[in-house]
């Protein structure tokens, strides 16, 4: 393999590691979001009881 080739070998694996790792700090802030939505959804439903669904289907769909 020329010198070349190993340049852009080592290039492809800084992008592929970069992606990688955005793709972890997405997930892991779209994890945090649904456990706060979950949470909160909880304590509105064991202070008032019945929630309404669009309620649900609103904090859900982001």
Known sequence: MGKADEKEAKRML???TSW???G???GIAEGKAEGQVSILL???KKKFGYLPVFLIIVC???
Do not use: C, G
């Open 42 to 44: 909880r304590q509105l």
């Open 24 to 26: 972890r700090v997405k």
């Open 14 to 16: 800084e992008i592929t």
């Open 20 to 22: 990688e790792e955005k």
């Open 60 to 62: 859900f769909s982001r």
